[in-house]
Antibody
């Protein structure tokens, strides 16, 4: 069974940093790119980043480029999202999701709240 | 990041047919196709169709997807109460070099 489990969310002050993790299981991790997608409260889905199978190609949305950084550890079947210079508008549920001709499997998400 | 365009809401009666649309351009839907996702409140999205219109196992045959030019469509026949949800389309944008989502359509089953 494909599983993606996010962790690391929480409350952080504006300007602060947070590192999210995504643990994958149930599939050959190195065969797939992985995305980070977020959803602000009551809002739609926003794509943030995609990292390729080997981690050598990483793409970002304009809204987070330069502040967020995606990486992966294929030995640990894990993906990471380092978030710096956080803003109130970054408050959202953050999902990691597998890429396979679409974003096909999603984790349950982890809530990040940016507030003073 | 420019997104795809979806109507914010659609309302249909029980057992009726709903068709949801998703409009993009030649850099995304027109060239890459569109995937469809269903999201119930408090849950992560679930894939209904990939961008080649393949339906994952377990997805009801009452759901179908198609595309004409830069517009993708999701049709749900015989609407049931459990179909009430938010529906999102998604594509890859060759110009933006990233994934794009529609704003979502809230489907209400009356």
């Amino acid at each position: 069974e494909v599983q993606l489990v996010e962790s690391g969310g929480g409350l952080v002050q504006p300007g602060g940093s947070l590192r999210l993790s995504c643990a994958a299981s149930g599939f050959t991790f190195t065969d797939y790119s992985i995305n980070w997608v977020r959803q602000a409260p009551g809002k739609g889905l926003e794509w943030l980043s995609q990292i390729s199978e080997r981690g050598d190609i990483i793409r970002y949305a304009d809204s987070v480029r330069g502040r967020f950084s995606t990486s992966r550890d294929n030995a640990e079947n894990s993906i990471f999202l380092q978030m710096n210079s956080l803003r109130v508008e970054d408050t959202a549920v953050y999902y990691c999701a597998r890429d396979n001709w679409a974003v096909d499997y999603w984790g349950q998400g982890t809530l990040v709240t940016v507030s003073s | 990041q420019t997104g795809l365009t979806q109507p914010p809401s659609v309302s249909k009666g029980l057992r009726q047919t709903a068709t949801l649309t998703c409009t993009g351009n030649s850099n995304n839907v027109g060239n890459q196709g569109a995937a469809w996702l269903q999201q119930h409140p408090g849950h992560p999205p679930k894939l209904l169709f990939d961008r080649k219109n393949n339906r994952p196992s377990g997805i009801s045959e009452r759901f179908s997807a198609s595309r004409s030019g830069n517009t993708a469509s999701l049709t749900i026949t015989g609407l049931q109460p459990e179909d009430e949800a938010d529906y999102y389309c998604s594509s890859w944008d060759d110009s933006l070099v990233g994934r794009v989502f529609g704003g979502g359509t809230k489907l209400t089953v009356l």
